[in-house]
């Protein structure tokens, strides 16, 4: 006892007085991680760098306080737990006693740590809690003041890609899910940050007059094919406050195309949406082009309209003089959307990487898509069969039960 507690004791006696020598507070290429994470955030490196070399040390300085005082804390522990021992080996307490003084000092161990992960400000009344999940800013309500079914926004006063909170009140084109879809992933760092970086590079500049802003704007193709028609910006001298700010130029909810471009892998249709006009052009997959008997070229005189959403049920109406080709602004996924046309089930296609594409008949339709995934209804199916063996089989043995009592009555 006296070895054990001489050695562990003494180590946590090091590591409160030298805390350097037993430890590191400052991970390898820890400063290169964190700017990595604030620009996949959707933060200009040339912001996040200064201040995260600013910061380091006195994250280095709390992380040494909070060694040592969890280095004293368990020197505390050990002298008692010491005692405790010493005390009970020497017959000067029963073992009763140094049974509830041992499970006393673990209790006490597992409260204090467990508090400093759940305590008092873990929780909130629920008055509190909607106020600060609903809390409107200016910018939102500004924009909910736009009443059309179906828009995206932008809002770069969060890291876009890593918070949820926009998605309270609007179709955020970010948001935060523990489970992305790889293509997605792959859309933002490839394209969307990049054009993020572009609108944060020219806005300044570019919003001295209307005409430079629409040029600005032109420039991101892929966020205006993801209908991204409002951007809430920080603002002020602190950048505490956002403005919102409108987008006229991003491509709706969905549009009729001129050209059909064709792409042999997903590496080329993802390069290749650098390249595209995505108002007039797509690009899609030479295995869907061949499937599906998809042109190159198309009518793109029409037009569609968004009659009703709903987040498993969307519902456009067309209208064109001659066979056209249309995409629509919604995330492509093949296990369990189905496309109809007036009703009737019809193939469509992966174009422009993520989005849905499908070639319409000329005249006037009515286009839906609907969320239908077999599985779902295959598990239900399941589910009351077996729901309904389980009452069988109760209502058996409910049956049997009373038999055999009026067989021995």
Known sequence: IYILTAVVGGFCLLCYVAPEMVNTFQAEGELEEMVDRYVRAGYPEDQARPRIVQLMPQIEIARIAIFKSDALRSLVFILLGFLALYLYFTNKIKREIFLAVFGFFILVDLWTVDRRYINDQSFVSKAENDQRVAGKTD????????TTLDYRVLNLTVGPFDDASTSYYHKSIGGYHGAKLRRYVDLIEFHLRPEINILYKDISKAAAND????????RLRVLNMLNTRYFILPAGEDGNSAVPLKNPVAN?????IRSLKSAASPDSEIVGLKRIDTKTEAIVNTSFKQELGLKDTYDANGTIKMLSYKPNDLVYETENKSEGFAVFSEIYYKSGWNAYVDGELKPHAQVNYVLRGMTVPAGKHKIEFKFEPKT??????????GSILLLITVAGGIYLERRNKVIVS
Do not use: P, R
């Open 139 to 146: 910018a939102d309500e500004e924009i909910l003041k736009d």
């Open 376 to 385: 779902y209804y295959t598990g239900n199916s399941i589910a009351m069969v």
């Open 211 to 218: 005409s430079s802003l629409s040029v600005l704007f032109s």
């Open 252 to 256: 709706g909810n969905a549009w009729f």
